[in-house]
T-cell receptor
Framework: DAKTTQPPSMDCAEGRAANLPCNHSTISGNEYVYWYRQIHSQGPQYIIHGLKNNETNEMASLIITEDRKSSTLILPHATLRDTAVYYC????????????FGQGTRLTINP | EAGVAQSPRYKIIEKRQSVAFWCNPI?????LYWYQQILGQGPKLLIQ????????DSQLPKDRFSAERLKGVDSTLKIQPAKLEDSAVYLC??????????????FGPGTRLTVL
């Protein structure tokens, strides 16, 4: 079973920041937080991951609370192409571990 | 860099028929995964290969599903006989195996199976 809780859906206006929350209150010390997204009719795509420090890359920023029980994925300037289902996943860092997906959050970017 | 290739993209069969899906991972990726994604749900791992050996097939319905990865490159997933509840998208993913780093999984576009 997935170890995360996400809202089923969210809306955001184009050009605004999209903030997607994730609750992972049972995360253990050796587990990282990963985010993937799935655009309609495509396979999931990796976005970002982190352990306890905030992370940023060209796609998004990841903010993890100090107690590591929740996190927020931030898309700073959402575009229509960011409309997708976003999955928050926790798992150990080891390279070839499987991904356990929950239901994710369906993010709709409105013009 | 070429992505993960899958074929066919769509398949419609009658229940009790057989079907096979093919996956060609990214060159050099040692680990290959097959996921099943039922409509409205997240993907669920069916089987994971490392080179041509099975790492995890705990959620593969072995009475009807089989998979192989000959020579540690391409892979096929077979369903025989298919049931109505097998209607889903079958996703193949691959990752490079390297110690000490996160190995991002790259997914193919999937095969959408409809069982009538």
């Amino acid at each position: 079973d997935a170890k995360t809780t996400q809202p089923p859906s969210m809306d955001c206006a184009e050009g605004r920041a999209a903030n997607l929350p994730c609750n992972h209150s049972t995360i253990s010390g050796n587990e990282y937080v990963y985010w993937y997204r799935q655009i309609h009719s495509q396979g999931p795509q990796y976005i970002i991951h982190g352990l306890k420090n905030n992370e940023t890359n060209e796609m998004a920023s990841l903010i993890i609370t100090e107690d590591r029980k929740s996190s927020t994925l931030i898309l700073p300037h959402a575009t229509l192409r960011d409309t997708a289902v976003y999955y928050c996943i926790v798992r150990p860092f080891q390279g070839a571990q499987k991904l356990v997906f929950g239901q994710g959050t369906r993010l709709t970017i409105n013009p | 860099e070429a992505g993960v290739a899958q074929s066919p993209r769509y398949k419609i069969i009658e229940k009790r028929q057989s079907v096979a899906f093919w996956c060609n991972p990214i060159s050099g990726h040692a680990t290959l995964y097959w996921y099943q994604q039922i409509l409205g749900q997240g993907p669920k791992l069916l089987i994971q290969f490392q080179n041509n050996g099975v790492v995890d097939d705990s959620q593969l319905p072995k009475d009807r599903f089989s998979a192989e990865r000959l020579k540690g490159v391409d892979s096929t997933l077979k369903i025989q006989p298919a049931k109505l509840e097998d209607s889903a998208v079958y996703l193949c993913a691959s990752s490079f195996l390297a110690g000490g780093t996160y190995n991002e999984q790259f997914f193919g576009p999937g095969t959408r199976l409809t069982v009538l």
